[in-house]
């Protein structure tokens, strides 16, 4: 699927898994921390999320943070339902800042 949004230049784009679970917060951590070590924005793809747990939230939480620390920007864009509704339930919507995607209403 090809990304709804115009990426910065220099960024690096990560896409979330449609199952993110802790089994694949390990893997989603690697690649944050990649993206984090070049400069630009590190852009996330939530379009394909269906499931998401609450270790991948706290990833997403401190990315978010740590980019904003260090002087660059976390952008997670095509936020899906799923993504958005995993937010909201956990009173997260002040720390995660979603942009909306393409099944926003």
Do not use: H, K, W, Y
């Not at 802790?22 to 990649?34: G, K, M, P, S």
């Not at 394909?48 to 270790?55: D, L, Y």
């Not at 095509?78 to 993504?83: E, G, H, K, T």
């Amino acid at each position: 699927m090809q990304p709804q949004f115009p990426p910065e230049v220099g960024s690096e784009i990560v896409a979330l898994p449609a199952n993110g679970m802790t089994a694949t917060a390990e893997e989603l951590r690697n690649q944050l921390v990649c993206a984090g070590r070049t400069e630009g924005t590190i852009v996330i793809d939530g379009s394909a999320v269906q499931t998401v747990g609450q270790a991948v939230l706290q990833l997403l939480v401190a990315t978010q943070r740590d980019a904003l620390a260090t002087g660059g920007s976390c952008r997670i864009v095509n936020a899906s339902a799923a993504l958005r509704d995993a937010v909201a339930a956990c009173r997260l919507t002040a720390a995660i800042e979603l942009e909306a995607g393409a099944d926003t209403e």
